[in-house]
Nanobody, 123 residues
Framework: QVQLQESGGGLVQAGGSLRLSCAAA????????LGWFRQTPGKERVALAA????????YYLDSVNGRFTISRDNAKNMVYLEMNSLKPEDTAVYYC????????????????WGQGAQVTVSP
């Protein structure tokens, strides 16, 4: 069982930056891939980035690669998503999720999810 809690969402102007944090709790966290996802109303949830215990390999959705950076602090059981050069189309609810299976993370089919954090990017 893994518990996840996102923080750091909010309102930012286009071109700005925001860092999302996700606190993870549970046993054997080193066995889990952690990922960030986002969802907008009426659309499916999309995998943005994923990271393993060692920090490698890292998956990025093409549209955020180079603007978003995922990182992980194993000592603090935290995973972060640094978002730069934000665009209005990045507006969404952002979720942190975990799964033992990397394929399930990339497919957005994780066993454990946080409650989500709203990110709104104004023009």
């Amino acid at each position: 069982q893994v518990q996840l809690q996102e923080s750091g969402g909010g309102l930012v102007q286009a071109g700005g930056s925001l860092r999302l944090s996700c606190a993870a709790a549970g046993r054997n966290l080193n066995e889990y891939w952690l990922g960030w996802f986002r969802q907008t109303p009426g659309k499916e949830r999309v995998a943005l980035a994923a990271i393993g215990w060692s920090g490698y390999p890292i998956y990025y959705l093409d549209s955020v690669n180079g603007r978003f950076t995922i990182s992980r602090d194993n000592a603090k059981n935290m995973v972060y998503l640094e978002m730069n050069s934000l665009k209005p189309e990045d507006t969404a609810v952002y979720y942190c999720a975990a799964d033992i299976n990397y394929g399930k993370v990339v497919a957005g089919n994780c066993d454990y999810w946080g409650q989500g954090a709203q990110v709104t990017v104004s023009p």
